[in-house]
């Protein structure tokens, strides 16, 4: 019985706290990617919202994203048109709306990303980033934890 405890507490123990970082490279253009795993940010009954952390470097030059999922769980798909962070308007860019998730029926997701300057993403390494997102099908709020941006900027050093 002891042993079970000894090695559930190191099981435990090992666990980080961190979300995986991925880092890979692009032999054709040239651009460096450190990326966290998708995090869950937002799950109600109306629609679930994931997002990651990344940093792409280049010839020298290094910008900062948050990329963002919204998927909603009720009839039509996401159009957001703004995201703010408290009172600011963040500077957020829709990549593209697929079908997504097609187990039961497909859903329109709309994935796209925040960019961000390096020290504004230092900034949210420490405090995180609370989210508004206001779309013509719904409002949402929610925050990205600081753990995304400082594992993105762990890897990064």
């Not at 980080?16 to 450190?34: A, E, L, Q, R, Y």
């Not at 009954?45 to 940093?55: C, D, K, V």
């Not at 097609?102 to 990303?113: H, I, Y």
């Not at 206001?134 to 934890?145: F, L, S």
Request: hydrophobic share 40%; with cysteine.
């Amino acid at each position: 019985m002891r042993l079970y405890l000894v090695i559930a507490c190191l099981i435990l123990s090992s666990c980080s706290t961190k979300p995986p970082v991925t880092k890979g490279i692009d032999d054709w253009t040239g651009f460096t990617h450190v990326m966290t795993a998708e995090y869950e940010i937002l799950r109600n009954n109306t629609a679930i919202m994931t997002a990651r952390g990344i940093m792409i470097t280049r010839d020298g030059q290094r910008g900062f994203a948050v990329l963002t999922s919204l998927r909603r769980l009720v009839p039509n798909g996401p159009i957001i048109r703004h995201m703010y962070s408290g009172d600011t308007q963040l500077d957020y860019h829709r990549h593209d709306r697929p079908l997504t998730h097609c187990v039961d029926r497909c859903r329109r997701t709309e994935l796209g990303a925040i960019h961000m300057t390096e020290a504004a993403f230092r900034i949210a390494s420490q405090t995180g980033m609370p989210l508004r997102v206001q779309g013509r099908r719904g409002r949402y709020e929610a925050t990205v934890p600081p753990s995304l941006f400082a594992a993105v900027l762990g890897s990064a050093e």
